[in-house]
Structure formats: structure tokens, C-alpha cells
């Protein structure tokens, strides 16, 4: 199974700055997703990282606010624009084997305060 | 609109005991469903995937069964233990142009030892 990596594991940051979250897979896949965990809430997507293309973003999310990057098949960012307290949340990255089964692998998370 | 409720949305209970947590969508129209566990501050664990053709899928203590016609799909747990306590989400995949995840709310279970 797929072993994910995201940097950093958590921060606090202040209202209206940006941090970029990385997302690095032991191996190379081809789908790679971009989740938010509100507190209390369950998973949202907000897009799938397309490498060599745009992301597709979902209703509600768009690129500048979360602007995506996949430059190859192991690894993504995902940076979130000038921050308010509503972006705090847990911001997962997760993939898609399809060797075999389809199964779907997540990364520990990214916890974000927002202050 | 696919839209996946699951419950209860919280559940305690002593150890030893079988249980069975719930979950339902909307359209039935699935290409397969996951079952999660999350535990506090961390990522997501996968514990069983459906496919949309088949019935259950069995791991150790853990059976997912599916009932794609009804839109549900339930997780039994056999003989609880408190390693066991989690957020237990399922999810479903839509395959409607993408490779769309629609998460459930989560059932929040504790096992008191």
C-alpha cells in the first residue's frame, strides 16, 4: 500500500498570509486528491490534483483561494491563500491505487490554526 | 445529489460486546464504498472496500456488507475491544466523470474497558 507524507504536520499562522502544504507518495500514482476536515465536521474534497494540468476544483473551492501544484506522480502542494480563521482545519492529502483493488490512502494531515 | 448520513453519530460501549455501525446514501448509483477509521489528530485508516457488485468484505473482527438497492451499508464489529475506539467514516465513490469520494459524518465510537 502507499505510504503518505505531508509536510508540515501542523501550523499556526497568522490572518492573510499563505502556507503551502506538500504531500509526498512512496510511490507513483496516478490520481492524487486534496481533502478538508473542518473541526466536527467530516471530509470535504476541494479538488484533484491533475499532473501536467490544472487541478479540478469542486463547487465552492477555487484556485486562487487553493491554488494546487503536481509536478509528477509522487508529489503535490497545496497552498491556502491569504488565510482567515475559517481556513482552520486538518487539510488531507490522499491517493488512488489501482493495482488491483481500488483502494484509497491517506496522509496523516495537516492541521492548521488560523489566528 | 449524493449525500451519505451515517448512524449513530456516537456510540459507547463495554468491552466484548458486537456492534454494528450504519451507513446510507442517496444514490444508489455507486461504483464501491469505503470503510475508515480515524483516530484523534491523525489521518485516515482503510479497513474494507466494497465493490458495487459485491455483498461484504470480512478483515479479522470486521464485516462490511452492502446493500447497494437500499442504499446501505453497514459495519459489524465483533467482539469490541478499546483499541477500537475511533471515528469510524465510511465514504462513496461516485465515478460520475471523477474519481469523486462523498464522506459520511462519522459515528464516533468509544470501547470502555
Known amino acids: 500500500s502507499a505510504v503518505i507524507s505531508q509536510k508540515p504536520s501542523r501550523d499556526i499562522c497568522q490572518r492573510g498570509t499563505s502556507l503551502t502544504i506538500q504531500c509526498q507518495v512512496d510511490?507513483?500514482?496516478?490520481?492524487m486528491f486534496w481533502y478538508r476536515q473542518q473541526p466536527g465536521q467530516s471530509l470535504t474534497l476541494i479538488a484533484t490534483?491533475?499532473?501536467?494540468?490544472?487541478?479540478?476544483?469542486e463547487s465552492g473551492f477555487v484556485i486562487d483561494k487553493f491554488p494546487i501544484s503536481r509536478p509528477n506522480l509522487t508529489f503535490s502542494t497545496l497552498t491556502v491563500s491569504n488565510m482567515s480563521p475559517e481556513d482552520s482545519s486538518i487539510y488531507l492529502c490522499?491517493?488512488?491505487?489501482?493495482?488491483?483493488?481500488?483502494?484509497?490512502?491517506f496522509g496523516p494531515g495537516t492541521r492548521l490554526l488560523v489566528l | 445529489k449524493q449525500e451519505v448520513t451515517q448512524i449513530p453519530a456516537a456510540l459507547s460501549v463495554p468491552e466484548g460486546e458486537n456492534l454494528v455501525l450504519n451507513c446510507s446514501f442517496t444514490?444508489?448509483?455507486?461504483?464501491?464504498l469505503q470503510w475508515f477509521r480515524q483516530d484523534p489528530g491523525k489521518g485516515l485508516t482503510s479497513l474494507l472496500l466494497?465493490?458495487?457488485?459485491?455483498r461484504e468484505q470480512t478483515s479479522g473482527r470486521l464485516n462490511a456488507s452492502l446493500d447497494k438497492s437500499s442504499g446501505r451499508s453497514t459495519l459489524y464489529i465483533a467482539a469490541s475491544q478499546p483499541g477500537d475506539s475511533a471515528t469510524y467514516l465510511c465514504?462513496?465513490?461516485?465515478?460520475?466523470?471523477?474519481?469523486?469520494?462523498?464522506f459520511g459524518t462519522g459515528t464516533r465510537l468509544k470501547v470502555l474497558a
Open positions: 490534483a491533475n499532473q501536467g494540468s490544472e487541478a479540478t476544483y
Open positions: 465514504a462513496v465513490n461516485t465515478r460520475s466523470g471523477t474519481y469523486k469520494y462523498i
Open positions: 466494497i465493490q458495487s457488485s459485491q
Open positions: 510511490s507513483q500514482v496516478t490520481m
Open positions: 444514490d444508489s448509483a455507486i461504483y464501491n
Open positions: 490522499s491517493v488512488e491505487e489501482l493495482a488491483g483493488v481500488e483502494t484509497q490512502y
